[in-house]
Nanobody
Framework: QVQLVESGGGLVQPGGSLRLSCAPS????????MGWHRQAPGKERELVAN??????NYADSVKGRFTISRDNAKNTVYLQMNCLKPEDTAVYYC???????????????WGQGTQVTVSS
């Protein structure tokens, strides 16, 4: 069974940095867009950043502070988060369009979420 496995969340002080990682487990035939969303308490889930074919998109709130990258050889997407602010506190979810098994069709997958807390 295909899943997205995330790692790298935690507690950090304002101004600090964290790096999130995400990769699919199981057999896949292809990967399309990969990215990160986040959801803070009482708020809707929002796009943080995504990347496809080397082209990245960012939410205005994280531009200049966060960098998304992708290692195609490892099927892994990273989110480097610098200059973190308390308002970045949220559960961060990896998402990706995957072709499971030998399927010719892309299917959206979500990770289980990883908590990022920015607090002094």
């Amino acid at each position: 069974q295909v899943q997205l496995v995330e790692s790298g969340g935690g507690l950090v002080q304002p101004g600090g940095s964290l790096r999130l990682s995400c990769a699919p487990s199981g057999s896949i035939a292809g990967i399309g867009v990969m990215g990160w969303h986040r959801q803070a308490p009482g708020k809707e889930r929002e796009l943080v950043a995504n990347i496809r074919d080397g082209s990245a998109n960012y939410a205005d709130s994280v531009k200049g502070r966060f960098t998304i990258s992708r290692d195609n050889a490892k099927n892994t997407v990273y989110l480097q988060m610098n200059c973190l602010k308390p308002e970045d506190t949220a559960v961060y979810y990896c998402n990706a369009q995957l072709r499971p098994g030998t399927s010719p069709f892309y299917v959206p997958y979500w990770g289980q979420g990883t908590q990022v807390t920015v607090s002094s």
